[in-house]
C-alpha cells in the first residue's frame, strides 16, 4: 500500500509539473507557431514518464491486474485532457502526413520531439527513483533501475500483429468517434485503451505507440533492437495504415461518402489542428 501511494504521488507530481511548464510556454511564447513543438515534447514526457512508473509498479510493485487497468484508464483520461494538440504518437503524425493535414517539416519535427522526450523520460525516472522514496524504488536500485526481462511473451510475428492490431483498432475507433463531445470521447477513448491492454498487455504491453515503446520497452533485454522494432514500430505503422486505407479509401468507396481527418494523440483522441 505505502509503494502505491508513492507511486501514485509520483504520478501527480510528473502531471502537476508538466502543466504547468505547458502553461508556462503558452504564458511566455503566445502566438508562436513553434510552440507546438514545445507541447509535444512535454506532452510526450509526461506519457512516457508516468509510464515508467506504472510498468514499474505492476512488475515489481505486485499491483494486482484490477487496480492495474483502473490506473491505466484515470491516466488514460488525464492525458487526454491535458496534451492540448499534441500528438505524442508517431503513427498519429504519419496519419497527419499521409491524409496531407500536416507537412513533412512539421511532421518530421514532431516525431523528432516525441522520441527526444521519450529519452530524456528513459534518464530522468531513474533519477527520480534514487531518491529512494518506497521499497519498490528501492528493489529496483538492485537492477540498475533496469527492466530484468523481455516485454515481448510471444514469438515476434504473433507480438507484432497483436500491436498492428491494437494500433488498427484505436486509429479505427477514433475516426468514427469524431462527433462525440470531448467530454464523453475521452473517457470512451481512455475505455478502449484499457480494454486493449487487458486483450494484449500479456504479450506485448500493448503500447501500439513507437515513441512510447522506445521509451520503457527497448532498453529490456531478451530481444534485438531489430526485433523490438518490428514488433513497437513497424506493427503500429501497418495498423494505422490499414486503418487509414480502410477509412480514406474502401469505407469512401461503399458508402460515396469521404472521411474527415483527424489529428490523434498518444491516446487516439481527436485534437484541434496546430502547426
Given at each position: 500500500?505505502?509503494?502505491?501511494?508513492?507511486?501514485?504521488?509520483?504520478?501527480?507530481?510528473?502531471?502537476?509539473?508538466?502543466?504547468?511548464?505547458?502553461?508556462?510556454?503558452?504564458?511566455?511564447?503566445?502566438?508562436?507557431?513553434?510552440?507546438?513543438?514545445?507541447?509535444?515534447?512535454?506532452?510526450?514526457?509526461?506519457?512516457?514518464?508516468?509510464?515508467?512508473?506504472?510498468?514499474?509498479?505492476?512488475?515489481?510493485?505486485?499491483?494486482?491486474?484490477?487496480?492495474?487497468?483502473?490506473?491505466?484508464?484515470?491516466?488514460?483520461?488525464?492525458?487526454?485532457?491535458?496534451?492540448?494538440?499534441?500528438?505524442?504518437?508517431?503513427t498519429g503524425a504519419l496519419e497527419l502526413l499521409s491524409?496531407?493535414?500536416?507537412?513533412?517539416?512539421?511532421?518530421?519535427?514532431?516525431?523528432?520531439?516525441?522520441?527526444?522526450?521519450?529519452?530524456?523520460?528513459?534518464?530522468?525516472?531513474?533519477?527520480?527513483?534514487?531518491?529512494?522514496?518506497?521499497?519498490?524504488?528501492?528493489?529496483?536500485?538492485?537492477?540498475?533501475?533496469?527492466?530484468?526481462?523481455?516485454?515481448?511473451?510471444?514469438?515476434?510475428?504473433?507480438?507484432?500483429?497483436?500491436?498492428?492490431?491494437?494500433?488498427?483498432?484505436?486509429?479505427?475507433?477514433?475516426?468514427?468517434?469524431?462527433?462525440?463531445?470531448?467530454?464523453?470521447?475521452?473517457?470512451?477513448?481512455?475505455?478502449?485503451?484499457?480494454?486493449?491492454?487487458?486483450?494484449?498487455?500479456?504479450?506485448?504491453?500493448?503500447?501500439?505507440?513507437?515513441?512510447?515503446?522506445?521509451?520503457?520497452?527497448?532498453?529490456?533485454?531478451?530481444?534485438?533492437?531489430?526485433?523490438?522494432?518490428?514488433?513497437?514500430?513497424?506493427?503500429?505503422?501497418?495498423?494505422?495504415?490499414?486503418?487509414l486505407l480502410l477509412s480514406d479509401k474502401l469505407i469512401?468507396?461503399?458508402?460515396?461518402?469521404?472521411?474527415?481527418?483527424?489529428?490523434?494523440?498518444?491516446?487516439?483522441?481527436?485534437?484541434?489542428?496546430?502547426?
Amino acid at each position: 500500500m505505502a509503494d502505491l501511494t508513492v507511486s501514485l504521488s509520483i504520478l501527480v507530481g510528473i502531471v502537476v509539473l508538466s502543466e504547468f511548464a505547458r502553461r508556462t510556454a503558452l504564458y511566455l511564447f503566445p502566438n508562436r507557431e513553434w510552440i507546438i513543438y514545445m507541447l509535444e515534447f512535454i506532452s510526450t514526457f509526461q506519457l512516457c514518464a508516468c509510464t515508467h512508473e506504472l510498468k514499474l509498479l505492476a512488475e515489481l510493485g505486485g499491483l494486482d491486474p484490477q487496480t492495474g487497468l483502473t490506473l491505466t484508464f484515470i491516466i488514460s483520461v488525464v492525458h487526454g485532457f491535458s496534451f492540448r494538440g499534441a500528438i505524442c504518437n508517431p503513427t498519429g503524425a504519419l496519419e497527419l502526413l499521409s491524409r496531407g493535414t500536416l507537412p513533412w517539416g512539421c511532421a518530421l519535427a514532431r516525431v523528432s520531439c516525441q522520441l527526444t522526450a521519450a529519452v530524456v523520460s528513459r534518464w530522468v525516472m531513474p533519477v527520480a527513483w534514487a531518491l529512494a522514496l518506497s521499497d519498490l524504488h528501492q528493489r529496483h536500485s538492485l537492477t540498475g533501475f533496469r527492466c530484468s526481462s523481455s516485454p515481448v511473451n510471444a514469438p515476434v510475428l504473433q507480438a507484432a500483429a497483436v500491436e498492428l492490431s491494437c494500433a488498427f483498432v484505436m486509429h479505427t475507433a477514433v475516426n468514427n468517434a469524431e462527433k462525440l463531445e470531448e467530454k464523453y470521447r475521452v473517457p470512451a477513448v481512455a475505455a478502449l485503451i484499457t480494454t486493449l491492454v487487458y486483450a494484449g498487455g500479456h504479450l506485448t504491453g500493448a503500447v501500439f505507440n513507437p515513441a512510447l515503446a522506445f521509451s520503457i520497452q527497448f532498453p529490456c533485454p531478451g530481444n534485438t533492437f531489430t526485433e523490438y522494432s518490428f514488433v513497437y514500430w513497424m506493427g503500429p505503422i501497418l495498423g494505422m495504415s490499414a486503418s487509414l486505407l480502410l477509412s480514406d479509401k474502401l469505407i469512401p468507396a461503399i458508402s460515396g461518402k469521404s472521411t474527415i481527418p483527424l489529428q490523434l494523440n498518444s491516446n487516439g483522441l481527436k485534437k484541434k489542428k496546430m502547426k
